[in-house]
């Protein structure tokens, strides 16, 4: 990199002595001149060969750096807060991770090969106008170039805005595709493809509009720039006249500088501001004594410009995009909340629908980051807890089982993916899923679909229960497992859920009350808010909140899954056996 930036700086110097050379006069120049021009060349050569030789030297770098972002940003995206999660749709997520792995190799990249090279390119150029030129040139160059990256800089800002839309609207667009894949069954039999079709279409136009909006942004851009560095050029022409400097040196800077120049330019860079920025620079040698200053002195600054010029075109205002970030606003669900859950002791949280009912759960397994109060499980915060070892002693029943298009055998052993065969037949078992899946026409082989589509929502809520046999956890934690499902699914799965909290400290959450009456102490939240707190007797006898929701769901008959009753001891005599049933058995024995 550094010999091809010394050939492309020497390459000028090469050209102005040949100038220089051929301006004298005679015949005996020609020799000196040809061997100017010959070194000319050969440093063109040395500066492309070299350059072009940096890209496979330095792409196992490149590319060994962009293999750890993408490494490190799957990583941490994984162990973000669910929040986030909650908050993204998989297609918008997937297109976000692919442009940021994108844009990080691309900046490094930039910096590497663009930012330290003409940094050192600046430094030489600004010296040398320093030095072989008037002041006066130099502080015009210095202004003209002041002026463009402010107008680069405000104008990458608006720009930027833009590009947000676009950006969202590629990411509506993708993730409309893909929830529309993931769903085809239900587009299919609602008969709604059209419907997405048009939805797909209308992120379309709107990123269409968008990306149009930028184009125009960007010729805005170079159109100022074009104005800008033309500005420049007429400025340095006056000082020059007004100097004192003659109509000669004016004329053979427009002339020599501005015309070469710009032409150069334009076949280098191929856009208006090249050519303004060409022309700015060869305009700048009028402002040169015609003393101090030969035909070859303009040809050296128009090269090196160019040189410097051309990429900084490119990165200003790219490289402002790239670095800029954005913040996301969190809301606070639970206030002023702080739970104890003792070893070996069943707590179950109950409430309205937004109440915070699965935040808690979320908080218990460190999903989400508590901002205030504490989560205490076996006695311990489990802030003080490494997310790794606290995950690994919890097992999850969600509401809705997510499984991965597998096998049923894969599936199970996710909850523990070093266990045996043997080991997933046995937590298959325990769940009630063994005799299921013998049925299947491949066992334990069979693909159990996209989601999970292949299952009924009873087997895949037992895949989940075998999941967390199969893990043995000492906190076992169910969202609502059972709210989903019929009355007599509901009752085998509560049976398997009954044998899995045996022995096991366990946090329910339920909408149904009956299911968990039997625990040893209840959480009530409203609002946000723990109203209420003790065993179900203690809260039917207090006549608060809790009594008021045993009550409605007493006289709604809980849709035909037997009557509720307002009598603390009715629990036993419930349909479904309240979930820590078995669990409250095992202690008094």
């Given amino acids: 990199?550094?010999?091809?930036?010394?050939?492309?700086?020497?390459?000028?110097?090469?050209?102005?002595?040949?100038?220089?050379?051929?301006?004298?006069?005679?015949?005996?120049?020609?020799?000196?001149?040809?061997?100017?021009?010959?070194?000319?060349?050969?440093?063109?050569?040395?500066?492309?060969?070299?350059?072009?030789?940096?890209?496979?030297?330095?792409?196992?770098?490149?590319?060994?750096?962009?293999?750890?972002?993408?490494?490190?940003?799957?990583?941490?995206?994984?162990?973000?807060d669910i929040t986030f999660h909650m908050n993204r749709r998989t297609g918008r997520l997937s297109r976000i991770l692919?442009?940021?792995?994108?844009?990080?190799?691309?900046?490094?990249?930039?910096?590497?090969?663009?930012?330290?090279?003409?940094?050192?390119?600046?430094?030489?150029?600004?010296?040398?106008?320093?030095?072989?030129?008037?002041?006066m040139v130099a502080l015009l160059v210095g202004g003209t170039f002041a002026v463009y990256v402010a107008w680069t800089l405000a104008m990458?800002?608006?720009?930027?805005?833009?590009?947000?839309?676009?950006?969202?609207?590629?990411?509506?667009?993708?993730?409309?595709?893909?929830?529309?894949?993931?769903?085809?069954?239900?587009?299919?039999?609602?008969?709604?493809?059209?419907?997405?079709?048009?939805?797909?279409?209308?992120?379309?136009?709107?990123?269409?509009?968008?990306?149009?909006?930028?184009?125009?942004?960007?010729?805005?851009?170079?159109?100022?720039?074009?104005?800008?560095?033309?500005?420049?050029?007429?400025?340095?022409?006056?000082?020059?006249?007004?100097?004192?400097?003659?109509?000669?040196?004016?004329?053979?800077?427009a002339a020599t500088g501005g015309s070469m120049?710009?032409?150069?330019?334009?076949?280098?860079?191929?856009?208006?501001?090249?050519?303004?920025?060409?022309?700015?620079?060869?305009?700048?040698?009028?402002?040169?004594?015609?003393?101090?200053?030969?035909?070859?002195?303009?040809?050296?600054?128009?090269?090196?410009?160019?040189?410097?010029?051309?990429?900084?075109?490119?990165?200003?205002?790219?490289?402002?995009?790239?670095?800029?970030?954005?913040?996301?606003?969190?809301?606070?669900?639970?206030?002023?909340?702080?739970?104890?859950?003792?070893?070996?002791?069943?707590?179950?949280?109950?409430?309205?629908?937004?109440?915070?009912?699965?935040?808690?759960l979320k908080l218990a397994t460190r999903l989400y980051e508590a901002g205030s109060g504490t989560i205490k499980v076996n006695g311990v915060d489990v802030r003080e807890l490494q997310t790794a070892s606290l995950r690994k002693s919890v097992a999850v029943v969600p509401q809705d089982t997510v499984l991965f298009n597998d096998t049923i055998l894969q599936n199970i052993r996710y909850g523990k993916p070093n266990a045996t065969d043997e080991e997933v037949i046995a937590a298959a078992r325990m769940a009630h899923l063994h005799e299921a899946v013998l049925r299947m026409p491949d066992g334990y082989a069979t693909m159990v679909g996209e989601r999970g589509l292949k299952l009924s929502g009873g087997e895949k809520q037992r895949v989940a229960i075998a999941r967390a046999f199969l893990r043995a956890p000492r906190l076992l934690i169910c969202d609502e497992a059972t709210s989903a499902l019929d009355t007599a699914t509901e009752a085998s799965i509560l049976g398997s859920l009954n044998e899995l909290a045996r022995g096991r400290t366990s946090i329910f959450v339920a909408h149904r009350l009956s299911t968990v009456a039997g625990c040893d102490r209840i959480l009530v939240l409203s609002e946000g808010r723990l109203v209420e707190q003790g065993s179900h007797a203690q809260l039917l006898a207090a006549g608060g909140v809790y009594k008021d929701m045993w009550i409605?769901?007493?006289?709604?008959?809980?849709?035909?899954?037997?009557e509720v009753s307002t009598d603390e001891e009715s629990a036993e005599g419930d349909p479904l056996e309240p979930l820590p049933a078995a669990l409250s058995r095992t202690r008094k024995e």
């Fill in 1 to 80: 990199m550094l010999a091809s930036k010394a050939a492309g700086l020497s390459g000028p110097l090469f050209l102005k002595a040949a100038v220089d050379t051929l301006s004298a006069g005679g015949a005996a120049v020609l020799l000196p001149a040809v061997r100017c021009v010959l070194c000319f060349g050969l440093c063109g050569i040395i500066q492309h060969l070299t350059k072009e030789l940096t890209y496979p030297i330095f792409t196992p770098i490149s590319q060994a750096v962009a293999r750890r972002v993408a490494y490190q940003t799957f990583s941490h995206v994984l162990e973000l």
């Fill in 98 to 135: 692919e442009r940021g792995t994108r844009s990080i190799q691309m900046l490094y990249r930039a910096v590497l090969f663009t930012f330290a090279p003409t940094f050192i390119e600046l430094v030489f150029v600004v010296g040398l106008l320093a030095t072989r030129f008037s002041p």
């Fill in 156 to 253: 990458t800002q608006a720009a930027v805005e833009v590009r947000k839309q676009v950006n969202q609207l590629d990411n509506l667009t993708t993730s409309k595709a893909v929830d529309a894949l993931l769903n085809a069954e239900t587009v299919a039999l609602f008969n709604n493809r059209q419907l997405e079709v048009n939805q797909y279409d209308h992120y379309l136009r709107g990123y269409q509009a968008a990306a149009i909006q930028t184009e125009r942004l960007s010729a805005l851009l170079n159109a100022g720039q074009s104005v800008i560095l033309s500005a420049g050029l007429t400025c340095v022409m006056v000082a020059a006249v007004i100097g004192g400097q003659g109509e000669a040196a004016v004329a053979a800077a």
């Fill in 261 to 360: 120049m710009a032409s150069a330019a334009s076949a280098v860079m191929g856009r208006g501001s090249g050519g303004a920025a060409a022309g700015a620079a060869g305009a700048a040698g009028a402002g040169v004594s015609g003393a101090l200053a030969s035909p070859g002195d303009l040809v050296l600054l128009q090269g090196l410009l160019l040189q410097l010029w051309g990429p900084l075109h490119w990165f200003l205002g790219w490289f402002y995009r790239e670095i800029r970030q954005s913040l996301v606003d969190m809301e606070e669900v639970l206030k002023g909340v702080s739970v104890k859950v003792l070893p070996g002791e069943s707590v179950a949280v109950v409430g309205p629908s937004g109440s915070g009912k699965s935040t808690i």
């Fill in 552 to 562: 409605r769901q007493a006289a709604e008959g809980s849709s035909g899954k037997g």
